[in-house]
């Protein structure tokens, strides 16, 4: 279908800067893509280090995933479903992880978790050491990930209203009823939404978990750390694996399009 703004509303001037921005986004991922050894991209990509650092990334991202679902929720259900002085001030530090530095989380969890840091020595004489592990890869993602749970699920929520719940509480449901029986279901395609967003980022984090985890092969060197790392050493294979993660971005916002389009 050919692309007409007659009675859109939207001025023909705008389509010049919007093709614009989209060329400027769309020419990188070209030029990625022309550069990948074609040939040997599996072998690339097919490395023992490279491999460990592919699963390690889904593993780690799946459990940060799990915690943005545990943590999250509620948090959505708070914003979006009460009210309560500081609110604003609560939504505002749930959304800091969006604009923060990554390298600046990764201090602040290190301070937070690290042997000297605030919670550091007391998990330290109970055995635990978090800071340098695949437990610090987690949390970093989680950190990270947590607002695109939070800002998908209370958006879904507001969306949804409050009219079905109202009448399941005055049919007399449980708070709790209401919530696993009406609120759930109703708000399920955000959630999918947030929680494909939220893998996604997990995957893609590198600042926060260098910083607070480190680089060690097997244990938390996941593929953005890999892919820097390559840079150096092998250029066509950093090349290789940029490629791949561009690949699950896309199948990823292909998930949240398709959930969204299903519910509409």
């Known amino acids: 279908m050919a692309l007409t703004s007659q009675h859109s509303g939207v001025p023909r001037w705008v389509l010049v800067p919007a093709a614009a921005g989209a060329l400027f986004i769309v020419l990188p991922l070209v030029a990625l893509a022309t550069r990948v050894e074609w040939g ?51 939504r505002s530090i749930v959304l800091l992880p969006l604009v923060l530095p990554p390298v600046v989380g990764g201090i602040a969890l290190l301070y937070t978790f690290g042997r000297k840091g605030l919670l550091g020595e007391t998990l330290d004489v109970l055995g635990w050491q978090i800071a340098f592990s695949t437990t610090a890869v987690v949390i970093a993602q989680t950190f990270v990930s ?39 279901p109703l708000v399920l395609p955000g959630l999918a939404a947030g929680a494909v967003l939220s893998f996604a980022r997990a995957l893609g984090e590198f600042g926060a978990t260098i910083t607070f985890a480190g680089s060690l092969e097997g244990v938390t060197r996941t593929l953005p750390l890999e892919i820097y790392l390559q840079r150096e050493s092998d250029p066509d294979a950093a090349v290789a694996l940029s490629l791949l993660l561009v690949v699950v971005a896309v199948l990823v916002i292909g998930l949240v399009r398709g959930g969204r389009g299903a519910a509409t």
Do not use: H, K, N
């Open 40 to 90: 040997s991209f599996f072998s690339l990509i097919g490395s023992d280090s490279s491999q460990a650092a592919l699963w390690l990334s889904l593993r780690t991202s799946a459990a940060s995933t799990v915690l943005c679902l545990l943590l999250g929720v509620p948090m959505a259900l708070v914003l979006a479903r009460t009210t309560f002085r500081g609110q604003a001030v609560l």
């Open 146 to 184: 947590l607002p695109f749970m939070v800002v998908s699920l209370e958006g879904t929520l507001r969306t949804a209203g409050q009219q079905y719940e109202v009448v399941a509480a005055t049919l007399g449901a449980r708070p709790t009823t209401v919530l696993r029986r009406v609120t759930l």
